[in-house]
């Protein structure tokens, strides 16, 4: 009847179809590229010092080029921030800048509580490394939301509350 005849084929997502390539998707992620991979460049090492904010904190920071010590207010990082998630959030900006050990911090914090703190000292450090290099290591900075203050502030107290949205107990008698 027909002449025409179909040839099955084992389909093999390596091999590329119509010169389309290999499959757009896979279930495995691909590792993250490195920053320094981004722009083709490696990060230089200056001396560079800015000012972090968040809630009633402020923190002045200065990077110079070392070995990776943390003076904070006279006092190492880790006995000025004994918790351990306060130190990782701390050292982020050297993480995603992919600058871990090449610089010293020298750092002077005052106001707010400690999260606080930690928040501000982590703008000051991001800012810092922004200021140092600005191309090898602001795109990176920037992706990872390091070089945005957190504007969130306390509310003001309101007139007949107690505080900001809290309010006497009502009684309907």
Known sequence: MSDITTETEEFDPEVPIDNEGPVAYTSETSPAPEQRAETGRVAVINPAGATGR????????????????????????????????HQQHVNEPFVVAGLEGSYDVIARI????????????????ARCLNAADEEANRPGLKKAGLLSRDARIKERKKAGLK?????????KR
């Open 110 to 125: 005052n106001g707010g509580g400690i999260t606080g703190q930690a928040g501000a000292l982590q703008l000051g450090v």
């Open 163 to 171: 505080k900001a949205r809290k309010a006497p107990q009502y009684s």
């Open 54 to 85: 968040r809630k009633e904190a402020v923190a002045r920071v200065r990077l110079v080029p070392g070995s990776g010590n943390w003076t904070v207010n006279g006092k190492p990082l880790d006995v000025y921030f004994p918790n351990k998630v």
